[in-house]
């Protein structure tokens, strides 16, 4: 089985998190797992998934927080829709829709961060686009 390389993303203010990330099994699988952390969710643009994919990345995850708990009140949203742009553009291209995932999670839920990091690896498959 080949390794997946996966870009996790994450929100500042979801810091926590971060921690748990690199203290999951996941970091220590055949699956690398690069995390970025940004000032917001909101900041995850685009073309920063889009160069994610470009420098080798198999797969995408953003983690933003809660609906109605963002520090900058509606950069989760922003994020949202940014992965959703993202997600089109990539389909045209040729990556499928199933390797860029967005998801809203409190600092306090890292078992559930776990489950779906692991699940979206093993979601996106082989390396093979």
Known sequence: MTENRVVVFVCNWCYPMAQDIKSINLTNSKNPINLIRVMCSGRITPAFIIEAFVQGADGVIGIGCPEGACHYVNGNETAEKNFLKA????????????RIKFERLSSNESEKLEKIIGAFVKN?????L
Request: proline content about 6%; overall charge positive.
């Open 124 to 128: 996106i498959g082989t390396r093979n």
């Open 87 to 98: 997600k089109d553009i990539l389909y045209i291209l040729g990556i499928k829709p199933n």
